[in-house]
């Protein structure tokens, strides 16, 4: 009961925590000028835990996907573009954590809900002068290529680098 009263969402990034702003937006340390943009407070983790993203988060709370009845109103898209003040988005209540970002990192699963809240985030920003990026995606390490999929062997054929 008492961890039930104590967690909450963060009013910057949204992601579960037991003080707002948590722990992430507080750092002074992070760069400001990157944010990842995930679906779960579970997600932001499992980015977290590799210890190599530095940047801010913002933790839409599912992903877009119609037959779940989730749209964009019942995620936190609207205080995503609030952020980067797009057109029709409520105005930038400017708190002091806000930050100006050169890129957005979707940092989605690589399925349909994936894809389809990925394509709209991009509509829904484009214009704007931001780097838009999607983790790469293909052949984990170890897997054989006969047992691979054509959709994760052809996104390893178009990701593929030196």
Same mark, same amino acid.
């Given at each position: 009961? +008492?961890?039930?009263?104590?967690?909450?969402?963060?009013?910057?990034?949204?992601?579960?925590?037991?003080?707002?702003?948590?722990? %992430?937006? #507080?750092?002074?340390?992070?760069?400001?000028?990157?944010?990842?943009?995930?679906?779960? !407070?579970?997600?932001?983790?499992?980015?977290?835990?590799?210890?190599? *993203?530095?940047?801010? /988060?913002?933790? =839409?709370?599912?992903?877009?996907?119609? %037959?779940?009845?989730?749209?964009?109103?019942?995620?936190?898209?609207? !205080?995503?573009?609030?952020? *980067?003040?797009?057109?029709?988005?409520?105005?930038? @209540?400017?708190?002091?954590?806000?930050?100006? *970002?050169?890129?957005?990192?979707?940092? *989605?699963?690589?399925? %349909?809900?994936?894809?389809?809240? @990925?394509? /709209?985030?991009?509509? @829904?920003?484009?214009?704007?002068?931001?780097?838009?990026? #999607? =983790? +790469?995606?293909?052949?984990?390490?170890?897997? +054989?290529?006969? /047992? @691979?999929?054509? /959709?994760?062997? +052809?996104?390893?054929?178009?990701?593929?680098?030196?």
């Amino acid at each position: 009961l +008492a961890l039930a009263e104590q967690i909450k969402h963060c009013e910057v990034c949204h992601a579960w925590t037991d003080t707002s702003p948590c722990a %992430i937006c #507080r750092d002074p340390a992070r760069d400001a000028t990157v944010l990842c943009v995930v679906a779960t !407070s579970q997600n932001l983790q499992a980015i977290e835990d590799t210890g190599i *993203f530095h940047g801010r /988060y913002h933790v =839409l709370g599912g992903l877009l996907d119609p %037959i779940e009845n989730r749209t964009p109103d019942t995620l936190n898209i609207t !205080s995503l573009l609030t952020k *980067f003040q797009v057109p029709n988005s409520p105005p930038k @209540a400017d708190p002091p954590l806000e930050d100006k *970002f050169q890129e957005v990192i979707l940092a *989605f699963d690589a399925d %349909i809900p994936g894809d389809t809240t @990925a394509l /709209y985030l991009r509509k @829904a920003l484009n214009g704007l002068p931001l780097r838009i990026t #999607r =983790l +790469a995606r293909g052949l984990p390490t170890g897997a +054989a290529l006969e /047992y @691979a999929d054509a /959709y994760t062997l +052809a996104d390893a054929l178009k990701n593929r680098r030196e």
